[in-house]
Structure formats: structure tokens, C-alpha cells
């Protein structure tokens, strides 16, 4: 039995349902598949986001907690992350009601990555975020 063109070539699918959908014939349309594909999309801006938020804020835990070792590089960072989710939440603002909840997800990751990577004692970096949401998308860093 042949497969559906979604298990077999998944880009001409896209292509195929995007003629379909641009032709507004939609007795072509794979309806199953276009609501997986489209929640899926919805979840991978989420995913982005956090992904950003991580980078973010392991970098700032690393400059709260060894400004000995602070450089260029990491306020670079810094501020390329900021920008990113900056640019994300302009392109989808509805992911800034979720901010918290995301940023919950995304320290606790943060946390471990800057506790591996800074080889500081688990009670040095606090298990619950500190940072104000302003402290991690606006505030200029302290030197």
C-alpha cells in the first residue's frame, strides 16, 4: 500500500496544500495533517522563546554571580537574546501573556547550565528565578 505524500515527501506536501489552500480547494486539503502542522507551529515559537530565554538567562546568572570573569562576550550575548525575543514577541505579542510561565520553564534549565558551566555550589545560584521579567528584557547591565 502506497503512503499518504505527508509520510512519503513531506515538502511537497507543504507544496501541494499551499496550491490547495492559495486555489481555496478544499476538498485537496489534508485537514488531519494541516491542524497538526499548524498547532505544531504555535509550539515551536513557544519553543523558541524558551530557547532564547535559556541562553538569556544562564548568561545573566554567569554575570550576577562571577563579575570577575565578565566579558564582552557574554553582555554580547546578552543583548543578541534580548533582541531575538524582542523580535519574536513582535512577531506573535500573543506569546507575552505565557512570558512567565515560559520563563519558569526556561531558568530552571538556565540554572543547571550555569551551574555546570561555572562549577558553583547548587546553593549559590537561587532554585527560583530572581530576575524581574524587566531585569532579563530591559536592564542595562550593571559593570
Known amino acids: ?5 505527508y509520510e512519503q515527501d513531506f515538502f511537497a ?11 481555496r480547494s478544499v476538498n485537496e486539503l ?12 504555535g509550539r515551536q515559537q513557544r519553543g523558541e522563546l524558551q530557547s532564547h530565554l535559556v541562553i538569556l538567562l544562564q548568561h545573566l ?14 553582555s554580547l550575548s546578552i ?16 506569546l507575552r501573556p505565557a512570558m512567565q510561565e515560559i520563563v519558569g520553564r526556561a531558568y530552571r534549565v538556565a540554572r543547571l547550565r550555569a551551574l555546570r558551566e561555572t562549577r ?24
Open 120 to 143: 558553583l555550589s547548587d546553593a549559590t545560584i537561587a532554585a527560583e528565578n530572581p530576575f524581574s521579567l524587566a531585569e532579563i528584557l530591559e536592564d542595562p547591565l550593571a559593570e
Open 61 to 74: 546568572l554567569k554575570w550576577r554571580h562571577q563579575p570577575a570573569r565578565r566579558s564582552r562576550s557574554w
Open 79 to 94: 543583548e543578541e537574546q534580548r533582541r531575538e525575543i524582542e523580535a519574536l514577541i513582535a512577531d506573535s505579542p500573543s
Open 30 to 41: 489534508d485537514w488531519d495533517n494541516l491542524v497538526e502542522e499548524v498547532e505544531s507551529m
Open 13 to 23: 506536501w507543504t507544496q501541494a496544500q499551499a496550491d490547495a489552500l492559495s486555489r
Open 1 to 5: 500500500m502506497n503512503k499518504p505524500l
